[in-house]
Protein backbone atom coordinates (compact mmCIF):
# COMPACT_ATOMS: atom_id res chain seq x y z
CA UNK A 1 0.00 0.00 0.00
CA UNK A 2 1.34 3.27 0.82
CA UNK A 3 5.11 4.06 0.72
CA UNK A 4 6.89 6.67 2.44
CA UNK A 5 10.79 7.01 2.34
CA UNK A 6 12.86 9.53 3.26
CA UNK A 7 11.33 12.54 4.35
CA UNK A 8 9.76 14.00 1.33
CA UNK A 9 7.23 12.67 -1.54
CA UNK A 10 5.64 13.63 -4.95
CA UNK A 11 2.77 12.60 -6.16
CA UNK A 12 2.92 9.36 -8.40
CA UNK A 13 0.28 9.47 -11.32
CA UNK A 14 -2.51 7.15 -11.11
CA UNK A 15 -3.15 5.52 -14.66
CA UNK A 16 -6.43 3.41 -13.13
CA UNK A 17 -9.62 4.08 -14.57
CA UNK A 18 -11.17 6.91 -12.64
CA UNK A 19 -14.58 5.11 -11.72
CA UNK A 20 -11.66 2.65 -9.61
CA UNK A 21 -11.20 4.24 -6.35
CA UNK A 22 -7.83 3.58 -4.98
CA UNK A 23 -5.62 5.86 -2.99
CA UNK A 24 -2.79 7.43 -4.29
CA UNK A 25 0.30 6.11 -4.29
CA UNK A 26 3.92 7.76 -3.35
CA UNK A 27 7.18 7.65 -4.80
CA UNK A 28 10.04 9.06 -2.25
CA UNK A 29 12.38 11.52 -3.00
CA UNK A 30 15.97 10.78 -1.57
CA UNK A 31 15.76 11.89 2.54
CA UNK A 32 16.16 15.58 3.80
CA UNK A 33 17.28 15.22 7.14
CA UNK A 34 15.75 18.49 8.28
CA UNK A 35 12.13 17.38 7.16
CA UNK A 36 9.78 14.77 8.34
CA UNK A 37 7.38 12.91 6.05
CA UNK A 38 3.85 13.15 6.99
CA UNK A 39 0.85 10.75 6.51
CA UNK A 40 -0.90 11.95 9.74
CA UNK A 41 -4.77 12.06 9.34
CA UNK A 42 -4.77 15.72 8.79
CA UNK A 43 -2.68 15.32 5.39
CA UNK A 44 -4.89 15.61 2.36
CA UNK A 45 -2.49 14.27 -0.37
CA UNK A 46 -2.72 10.96 1.39
CA UNK A 47 -6.22 10.66 -0.11
CA UNK A 48 -7.22 10.37 -4.24
CA UNK A 49 -8.72 14.10 -4.88
CA UNK A 50 -8.59 14.97 -1.26
CA UNK A 51 -11.44 12.32 -0.64
CA UNK A 52 -11.74 9.19 0.89
CA UNK A 53 -11.12 6.12 -0.06
CA UNK A 54 -14.06 3.88 -1.39
CA UNK A 55 -12.39 0.38 -1.93
CA UNK A 56 -9.17 -1.45 -0.81
CA UNK A 57 -6.24 -1.85 -2.73
CA UNK A 58 -5.64 -4.60 -5.73
CA UNK A 59 -9.02 -3.29 -7.46
CA UNK A 60 -7.22 -4.20 -10.57
CA UNK A 61 -5.99 -7.94 -9.96
CA UNK A 62 -9.25 -9.37 -10.45
CA UNK A 63 -9.51 -8.51 -13.91
CA UNK A 64 -7.61 -11.78 -15.30
CA UNK A 65 -7.00 -14.75 -13.06
CA UNK A 66 -2.73 -14.17 -13.54
CA UNK A 67 -3.49 -10.59 -12.27
CA UNK A 68 -2.39 -11.40 -8.70
CA UNK A 69 1.29 -12.06 -9.88
CA UNK A 70 3.81 -9.65 -8.98
CA UNK A 71 1.34 -7.22 -7.70
CA UNK A 72 1.53 -7.11 -3.86
CA UNK A 73 2.75 -4.51 -2.70
CA UNK A 74 5.91 -4.17 0.81
CA UNK A 75 8.16 -6.94 0.99
CA UNK A 76 6.26 -9.41 -0.87
CA UNK A 77 6.31 -7.90 -4.23
CA UNK A 78 8.07 -10.41 -6.20
CA UNK A 79 5.75 -13.15 -5.55
CA UNK A 80 4.80 -14.42 -8.70
CA UNK A 81 3.55 -18.00 -7.77
CA UNK A 82 2.19 -19.91 -10.85
CA UNK A 83 2.15 -17.30 -13.15
CA UNK A 84 4.49 -19.81 -15.66
CA UNK A 85 2.81 -22.87 -14.94
CA UNK A 86 -0.83 -24.44 -16.35
CA UNK A 87 -3.65 -24.30 -14.26
CA UNK A 88 -4.43 -27.27 -11.78
CA UNK A 89 -7.74 -27.93 -11.54
CA UNK A 90 -9.10 -29.03 -7.88
CA UNK A 91 -11.76 -31.22 -7.97
CA UNK A 92 -12.04 -33.00 -4.65
CA UNK A 93 -12.18 -31.78 -1.32
CA UNK A 94 -10.34 -35.31 -0.73
CA UNK A 95 -7.30 -34.83 1.33
CA UNK A 96 -4.93 -36.63 -0.60
CA UNK A 97 -5.55 -37.99 -3.65
CA UNK A 98 -5.75 -36.90 -7.45
CA UNK A 99 -7.67 -33.56 -8.14
CA UNK A 100 -7.00 -32.68 -4.38
CA UNK A 101 -4.98 -29.63 -3.19
CA UNK A 102 -2.60 -31.21 -1.61
CA UNK A 103 -1.55 -33.24 -4.98
CA UNK A 104 -1.25 -29.96 -7.01
CA UNK A 105 0.66 -28.51 -4.31
CA UNK A 106 2.90 -31.07 -3.86
CA UNK A 107 4.24 -31.12 -7.28
CA UNK A 108 7.81 -29.52 -8.43
CA UNK A 109 6.36 -27.96 -11.72
CA UNK A 110 5.00 -23.87 -11.82
CA UNK A 111 0.84 -24.48 -11.16
CA UNK A 112 -1.84 -22.24 -10.81
CA UNK A 113 -4.04 -23.69 -8.77
CA UNK A 114 -8.05 -22.83 -8.67
CA UNK A 115 -11.22 -25.22 -7.34
CA UNK A 116 -13.93 -26.44 -9.28
CA UNK A 117 -15.80 -26.56 -6.30
CA UNK A 118 -16.95 -25.33 -2.75
CA UNK A 119 -16.55 -26.75 0.53
CA UNK A 120 -14.62 -28.06 3.41
CA UNK A 121 -11.25 -29.58 3.19
CA UNK A 122 -10.15 -31.51 6.71
CA UNK A 123 -6.20 -31.98 6.38
CA UNK A 124 -4.80 -34.92 8.05
CA UNK A 125 -1.25 -33.30 8.53
CA UNK A 126 0.60 -30.37 7.40
CA UNK A 127 -0.17 -29.52 3.66
CA UNK A 128 3.27 -28.34 2.18
CA UNK A 129 2.90 -26.32 -0.68
CA UNK A 130 6.02 -26.15 -3.01
CA UNK A 131 7.72 -23.47 -4.95
CA UNK A 132 6.11 -21.40 -7.53
CA UNK A 133 2.18 -21.78 -6.68
CA UNK A 134 -0.26 -19.86 -6.66
CA UNK A 135 -3.88 -21.33 -4.64
CA UNK A 136 -6.76 -19.08 -5.71
CA UNK A 137 -9.71 -19.43 -4.13
CA UNK A 138 -11.90 -16.66 -5.63
CA UNK A 139 -14.80 -17.88 -7.54
CA UNK A 140 -15.61 -20.84 -4.44
CA UNK A 141 -15.59 -20.56 -0.61
CA UNK A 142 -13.08 -23.39 0.70
CA UNK A 143 -12.26 -23.94 3.65
CA UNK A 144 -9.50 -25.73 5.26
CA UNK A 145 -9.37 -27.12 8.79
CA UNK A 146 -7.63 -29.97 11.05
CA UNK A 147 -3.94 -28.63 10.18
CA UNK A 148 -2.42 -25.67 8.01
CA UNK A 149 -0.85 -24.86 5.25
CA UNK A 150 3.41 -25.32 5.34
CA UNK A 151 5.65 -23.26 3.26
CA UNK A 152 9.16 -25.29 3.84
CA UNK A 153 11.93 -23.86 2.00
CA UNK A 154 9.56 -22.63 -0.81
CA UNK A 155 9.60 -19.13 -2.82
CA UNK A 156 7.44 -17.55 -4.94
CA UNK A 157 3.82 -18.59 -3.23
CA UNK A 158 0.41 -16.50 -3.50
CA UNK A 159 -2.14 -17.95 -1.39
CA UNK A 160 -5.57 -16.14 -2.00
CA UNK A 161 -9.03 -15.78 -0.82
CA UNK A 162 -9.13 -18.80 1.30
CA UNK A 163 -10.92 -19.61 4.81
CA UNK A 164 -8.43 -21.07 7.58
CA UNK A 165 -10.55 -22.46 10.81
CA UNK A 166 -9.89 -25.19 13.66
CA UNK A 167 -6.81 -26.77 13.36
CA UNK A 168 -5.47 -28.87 15.98
CA UNK A 169 -3.06 -30.35 17.51
CA UNK A 170 0.91 -29.00 19.06
CA UNK A 171 2.44 -26.50 16.83
CA UNK A 172 -0.60 -26.57 14.63
CA UNK A 173 -0.42 -23.04 12.49
CA UNK A 174 -2.84 -21.92 9.78
CA UNK A 175 0.01 -21.06 7.44
CA UNK A 176 3.35 -21.84 8.72
CA UNK A 177 5.86 -20.47 6.98
CA UNK A 178 9.52 -21.63 7.37
CA UNK A 179 12.43 -22.34 7.08
CA UNK A 180 14.11 -20.56 4.79
CA UNK A 181 10.83 -19.30 2.50
CA UNK A 182 10.74 -16.08 0.90
CA UNK A 183 8.40 -14.17 -1.98
CA UNK A 184 5.88 -15.11 -0.53
CA UNK A 185 1.70 -12.93 -1.03
CA UNK A 186 -1.25 -13.76 1.31
CA UNK A 187 -4.27 -12.03 0.48
CA UNK A 188 -7.90 -11.80 1.35
CA UNK A 189 -7.84 -14.77 3.58
CA UNK A 190 -9.48 -15.24 6.97
CA UNK A 191 -8.24 -16.95 9.88
CA UNK A 192 -9.19 -18.32 13.35
CA UNK A 193 -9.59 -20.65 15.76
CA UNK A 194 -6.05 -22.41 15.93
CA UNK A 195 -4.14 -24.49 18.66
CA UNK A 196 -0.77 -22.62 17.88
CA UNK A 197 -0.52 -19.57 15.69
CA UNK A 198 -3.09 -18.18 12.64
CA UNK A 199 0.55 -17.77 10.26
CA UNK A 200 3.92 -18.12 11.85
CA UNK A 201 6.93 -16.40 9.75
CA UNK A 202 10.32 -18.19 11.38
CA UNK A 203 13.78 -19.40 10.78
CA UNK A 204 14.62 -17.23 7.97
CA UNK A 205 11.72 -16.92 5.85
CA UNK A 206 11.57 -13.17 4.73
CA UNK A 207 10.13 -10.77 1.52
CA UNK A 208 6.50 -11.57 2.62
CA UNK A 209 3.30 -9.61 2.29
CA UNK A 210 0.17 -10.09 4.05
CA UNK A 211 -2.81 -7.78 3.15
CA UNK A 212 -6.57 -7.81 3.40
CA UNK A 213 -7.13 -10.59 5.75
CA UNK A 214 -9.66 -10.86 8.37
CA UNK A 215 -8.02 -12.59 11.97
CA UNK A 216 -10.91 -13.39 14.71
CA UNK A 217 -11.65 -16.27 17.52
CA UNK A 218 -7.47 -16.94 18.19
CA UNK A 219 -5.05 -16.15 21.08
CA UNK A 220 -1.15 -16.28 19.30
CA UNK A 221 -2.22 -14.39 16.30
CA UNK A 222 1.27 -13.85 13.87
CA UNK A 223 4.52 -14.39 14.96
CA UNK A 224 7.48 -13.32 13.26
CA UNK A 225 10.77 -14.47 14.49
CA UNK A 226 11.22 -17.47 16.11
CA UNK A 227 13.10 -17.52 19.37
CA UNK A 228 16.09 -15.31 21.00
CA UNK A 229 18.64 -18.17 20.11
CA UNK A 230 17.44 -18.21 16.06
CA UNK A 231 19.59 -14.92 15.63
CA UNK A 232 19.69 -15.86 11.39
CA UNK A 233 15.88 -14.49 11.73
CA UNK A 234 17.63 -10.44 11.15
CA UNK A 235 16.87 -11.28 7.59
CA UNK A 236 13.03 -11.26 7.91
CA UNK A 237 11.63 -8.40 5.99
CA UNK A 238 7.17 -8.26 6.75
CA UNK A 239 4.40 -5.84 5.48
CA UNK A 240 1.22 -6.60 7.28
CA UNK A 241 -1.64 -4.05 5.55
CA UNK A 242 -5.05 -3.28 5.42
CA UNK A 243 -6.00 -6.34 7.47
CA UNK A 244 -8.86 -6.53 10.33
CA UNK A 245 -7.77 -8.08 13.19
CA UNK A 246 -11.03 -8.68 14.91
CA UNK A 247 -10.71 -9.62 18.89
CA UNK A 248 -8.14 -11.80 18.55
CA UNK A 249 -5.66 -11.50 21.76
CA UNK A 250 -1.98 -10.93 20.75
CA UNK A 251 0.51 -10.71 18.61
CA UNK A 252 -0.70 -8.43 15.63
CA UNK A 253 2.48 -9.67 15.57
CA UNK A 254 4.85 -10.34 17.98
CA UNK A 255 8.13 -9.84 16.34
CA UNK A 256 12.15 -10.67 17.16
CA UNK A 257 14.63 -9.68 15.02
CA UNK A 258 12.93 -8.99 12.00
CA UNK A 259 11.92 -5.63 9.86
CA UNK A 260 8.46 -5.18 9.72
CA UNK A 261 6.08 -2.84 8.24
CA UNK A 262 2.37 -2.27 9.50
CA UNK A 263 -0.12 0.29 7.75
CA UNK A 264 -3.85 0.65 7.14
CA UNK A 265 -4.63 -2.43 9.63
CA UNK A 266 -7.54 -2.03 12.06
CA UNK A 267 -6.89 -3.89 15.43
CA UNK A 268 -9.32 -3.51 17.73
CA UNK A 269 -10.63 -5.39 21.25
CA UNK A 270 -7.34 -7.00 21.80
CA UNK A 271 -7.02 -9.34 24.96
CA UNK A 272 -3.31 -8.26 26.07
CA UNK A 273 -1.48 -6.02 23.61
CA UNK A 274 -1.75 -5.08 20.17
CA UNK A 275 1.80 -5.36 18.71
CA UNK A 276 4.75 -6.44 20.94
CA UNK A 277 8.85 -5.81 19.73
CA UNK A 278 10.98 -8.28 21.16
CA UNK A 279 14.63 -8.87 20.56
CA UNK A 280 16.26 -6.31 18.05
CA UNK A 281 12.52 -5.97 16.24
CA UNK A 282 12.10 -2.95 14.12
CA UNK A 283 8.49 -2.22 13.85
CA UNK A 284 7.37 0.72 11.73
CA UNK A 285 3.74 1.17 12.28
CA UNK A 286 1.87 3.70 9.98
CA UNK A 287 -1.78 4.99 9.95
CA UNK A 288 -3.12 2.04 11.47
CA UNK A 289 -6.13 2.45 14.07
CA UNK A 290 -5.75 0.90 17.28
CA UNK A 291 -9.06 0.55 19.37
CA UNK A 292 -8.82 -0.84 23.00
CA UNK A 293 -11.23 -3.18 24.70
CA UNK A 294 -10.56 -3.40 28.40
CA UNK A 295 -7.03 -3.84 28.14
CA UNK A 296 -6.09 -0.35 26.58
CA UNK A 297 -2.36 -0.72 25.93
CA UNK A 298 -1.52 -0.74 22.09
CA UNK A 299 2.17 -1.42 22.18
CA UNK A 300 4.44 -3.62 24.34
CA UNK A 301 8.09 -4.42 24.62
CA UNK A 302 9.77 -7.24 25.91
CA UNK A 303 13.09 -8.15 26.58
CA UNK A 304 15.35 -10.98 25.73
CA UNK A 305 18.69 -11.69 25.12
CA UNK A 306 20.21 -12.69 21.50
CA UNK A 307 22.32 -15.81 21.59
CA UNK A 308 25.45 -13.84 20.21
CA UNK A 309 24.72 -11.17 22.63
CA UNK A 310 26.18 -10.55 26.37
CA UNK A 311 22.98 -8.53 27.71
CA UNK A 312 19.42 -8.63 26.82
CA UNK A 313 17.48 -5.90 24.58
CA UNK A 314 14.46 -5.06 23.53
CA UNK A 315 12.54 -3.76 20.26
CA UNK A 316 11.75 -0.71 18.83
CA UNK A 317 8.53 0.86 17.42
CA UNK A 318 8.11 3.85 15.24
CA UNK A 319 4.36 5.16 15.20
CA UNK A 320 3.52 7.86 12.10
CA UNK A 321 -0.08 8.70 12.01
CA UNK A 322 -1.72 5.78 13.94
CA UNK A 323 -4.99 6.60 15.59
CA UNK A 324 -5.74 5.71 18.95
CA UNK A 325 -9.11 5.27 19.90
CA UNK A 326 -12.01 4.74 22.64
CA UNK A 327 -8.77 5.26 25.33
CA UNK A 328 -5.92 3.22 23.90
CA UNK A 329 -2.84 4.06 24.86
CA UNK A 330 0.09 4.10 22.69
CA UNK A 331 2.37 2.75 25.27
CA UNK A 332 5.21 4.18 22.77
CA UNK A 333 9.12 4.58 23.70
CA UNK A 334 10.63 6.59 21.56
CA UNK A 335 14.07 6.59 23.05
CA UNK A 336 16.70 5.35 20.11
CA UNK A 337 13.54 4.40 17.86
CA UNK A 338 14.74 7.06 14.99
CA UNK A 339 18.36 5.85 15.51
CA UNK A 340 17.50 2.11 15.21
CA UNK A 341 14.39 2.15 12.46
CA UNK A 342 14.40 0.90 9.33
CA UNK A 343 12.47 2.85 6.84
CA UNK A 344 10.11 0.89 4.34
CA UNK A 345 11.42 3.21 1.40
CA UNK A 346 14.99 1.76 1.41
CA UNK A 347 13.26 -2.09 0.27
CA UNK A 348 10.54 -0.94 -1.66
CA UNK A 349 9.72 2.55 -3.73
CA UNK A 350 6.23 3.04 -3.52
CA UNK A 351 3.01 1.81 -1.68
CA UNK A 352 -0.57 3.14 -0.69
CA UNK A 353 -1.72 4.79 2.44
CA UNK A 354 -4.49 6.60 3.12
CA UNK A 355 -4.84 8.25 6.53
CA UNK A 356 -6.88 6.03 9.47
CA UNK A 357 -10.02 7.51 9.22
CA UNK A 358 -13.77 5.88 10.32
CA UNK A 359 -14.17 5.71 6.49
CA UNK A 360 -11.32 3.50 6.17
CA UNK A 361 -12.19 1.13 9.42
CA UNK A 362 -15.45 0.40 7.79
CA UNK A 363 -14.11 -0.59 4.77
CA UNK A 364 -11.83 -3.12 7.07
CA UNK A 365 -14.39 -4.47 9.09
CA UNK A 366 -16.68 -5.50 5.76
CA UNK A 367 -14.08 -6.23 2.77
CA UNK A 368 -11.33 -8.03 4.47
CA UNK A 369 -11.41 -11.51 4.53
CA UNK A 370 -12.75 -14.22 2.12
CA UNK A 371 -14.55 -12.29 -0.79
CA UNK A 372 -17.51 -13.90 -2.64
CA UNK A 373 -15.67 -12.82 -6.13
CA UNK A 374 -15.73 -14.74 -9.67
CA UNK A 375 -13.15 -16.63 -11.06
CA UNK A 376 -11.41 -14.27 -13.50
CA UNK A 377 -10.72 -15.13 -16.83
CA UNK A 378 -7.66 -17.06 -17.53
CA UNK A 379 -5.57 -15.25 -20.80
CA UNK A 380 -2.79 -18.09 -21.15
CA UNK A 381 0.59 -18.63 -19.61
CA UNK A 382 2.53 -15.45 -19.02
CA UNK A 383 5.41 -15.79 -21.31
Known amino acids: ?14 TRPSNVPFPNKFVPQPPQIPHSHNHSPSDPSSTRNGGVMGSLPYAHVDSTLRGLAGQAEGFGRSAVGGLHGPLYRVTTLADDGPGSLRDGCRRKEPLW ?3 ELSGTIHLSSYLNVSSYKTIDGRGQR ?7 LRLKESEHVIICNLDFEGGRGPDVDGIQIKPNSKHIWIDRCSLRDYDDGLIDITR ?5 TISRCHFSSHD ?5 GA ?6 DRCIRVTIHHCFFDGTRQRHPRVRFAKVHLYNNYTRNWGIYAVCASVEAQIFSQCNIYEAGQKKLAF ?3 TE ?5 ENAGGGHIRSEGDLFIVGTQSGLMTDKAEQCMFHPSEYYPTWTVEPPTDSLKQVLRHCTGWQSVPLPVDHGIAT
Open 1 to 14: MGNAHGRRHKRHHD
Open 113 to 115: IVF
Open 142 to 148: IKITGKG
Open 204 to 208: QSTDI
Open 220 to 224: KTILI
Open 227 to 232: DPSHIE
Open 300 to 302: KYL
Open 305 to 309: KAADK
